[in-house]
C-alpha cells in the first residue's frame, strides 16, 4: 500500500532511510549547541539546520506527498528521552498549534503560551489537514520508551474521554519502533502516548 494511503488509512506511516548516519549526527550537534537538548524544546525553526530538514522534508519523493499543497513547516520540536531525562506520556491527540498572536474567534479555544510562543486550538478541519512529522536522530527500539498509537482513531474528530477508551478498545495500541535515520508521519488527532524507557540509552 502507497504511504498516502497508509497514513490516511491508520493515520501513521514510517518511511525508512531518510537521513544518512552523517545527517543524524550534524543534526544532534547543531541541536546540542542550541542547548536545545531538554525534554522537549518547540522552537527549533529559529535554526538554519531545521529549516534545511523541513525542506528536506518536503523535497523527499514519498513525503513529499504526504503533505497539504502549499503546506509550510509551523514547528520544530525536540524530544531527547535519555537516563537524565525519562519521561511517559499518556494518551491523548495534540489539539493545539502555535500562532502568531492572540486574535479572538468563536471557533478557536485552548489559548496557551509555551516558551514565549503563543497556542491555540483551533477547529477540528484545521487539525485534520495537520502532518506531523518524527525524524528519529537515534535507534528507537522497544526498550527505548518508543511511540505508541491507536491506528484510525484519527478519523473521529476531537475525543472525549469515554471515546478515547472505546477506540483504544476497539483498535488497541501499537508500537511504533524506528530505526536511525527514519521517519514516522502522522496524523495529529492520533491517540498516541509513550511510556518511559527501559535502556539508558538516548530516543
Not at 522552537?43 to 504526504?66: M, Q, V, W, Y
Not at 502555535?98 to 516558551?115: A, M, Q, Y
Not at 519502533?177 to 492520533?190: S, Y
Request: glycine residues 6%.
Amino acid at each position: 500500500m502507497r504511504a498516502v494511503a497508509v497514513l490516511e488509512e491508520l493515520g501513521i506511516v514510517e518511511i525508512p532511510d531518510v537521513l544518512t548516519g552523517e545527517q543524524c549526527a550534524d543534526l544532534a550537534i547543531a541541536v546540542d549547541g542550541a542547548d536545545a537538548r531538554r525534554a522537549g524544546s518547540r522552537n527549533l525553526l529559529d535554526l538554519p539546520s531545521c529549516r534545511e530538514l523541513a525542506a528536506t522534508f518536503k523535497a523527499h519523493s514519498e513525503i513529499g506527498r504526504l503533505f497539504p499543497a502549499g503546506s509550510v513547516a509551523v514547528q520544530c520540536t525536540l524530544f531527547d528521552k535519555s537516563p537524565d531525562k525519562n519521561w511517559l506520556v499518556a494518551l491523548h491527540q495534540d489539539l493545539s498549534i502555535p500562532v502568531l498572536e492572540r486574535i479572538p474567534h468563536r471557533d478557536c479555544t485552548g489559548w496557551s503560551e509555551k516558551e514565549g510562543v503563543v497556542y491555540v486550538q483551533p477547529p477540528v478541519a484545521v487539525l485534520e489537514s495537520l502532518v506531523a512529522v518524527r525524524a528519529h536522530l537515534d535507534d528507537c527500539g522497544t526498550e527505548n520508551g518508543p511511540l505508541r498509537v491507536v491506528p484510525r482513531s484519527h478519523r473521529h474528530g476531537r475525543l472525549s474521554a469515554d471515546v478515547t477508551k472505546a477506540l483504544r478498545e476497539q483498535y488497541g495500541e501499537v508500537e511504533c519502533t524506528c530505526p536511525r535515520g527514519g521517519v514516522v508521519v502522522m496524523r495529529p488527532l492520533l491517540l498516541h502516548s509513550s511510556s518511559r524507557a527501559r535502556t539508558p540509552s538516548r530516543r
